[in-house]
């Protein structure tokens, strides 16, 4: 199973997607902040992948923190804004709008496996 740790400052948001994408087979773990996903993920990220929203209140440092601590964790955001967090955020592996789209997440658990398969 695929462990997948969800960054979103709205807790109403967050709970919806945590539900939604543990249907399609992720374990999800939540942070609300930038502080408590790095904490998270310190010192050395054991998630299989962050979803991070684009639009945070420490602001939109998270994913090149992210990138630092793992080069190789799968980073997407997602926003309401999916074209402006695109522009800003070279180092996301992937940017969705919100809401975001199952049948994407589906297509990325499936990309997500291979690669943990091919590392093991």
Not at 5 to 24: P, Y
Not at 73 to 92: C, F, K, Q
């Amino acid at each position: 199973m695929l462990s997948l740790l969800i960054v979103e400052d709205d807790s109403i948001l967050l709970k919806s997607l945590s539900e939604r994408v543990t249907r399609t087979g992720f374990t999800i773990v939540e942070a609300n902040s930038q502080l408590q996903a790095i904490k998270m993920l310190s010192p050395t990220p054991t998630l299989d992948a962050v979803i991070a929203d684009f639009n945070l209140p420490e602001g939109q440092g998270l994913v090149p923190m992210l990138k630092k601590m793992g080069p190789d964790l799968p980073v997407i955001v997602h926003s309401g804004d999916p074209h402006r967090a695109h522009d800003n955020l070279a180092e996301a592996d992937m940017v969705l709008g919100k809401p975001v789209e199952m049948a994407v997440l589906m297509a990325e658990r499936q990309r997500l496996l291979r690669m943990k398969q091919r590392r093991h």
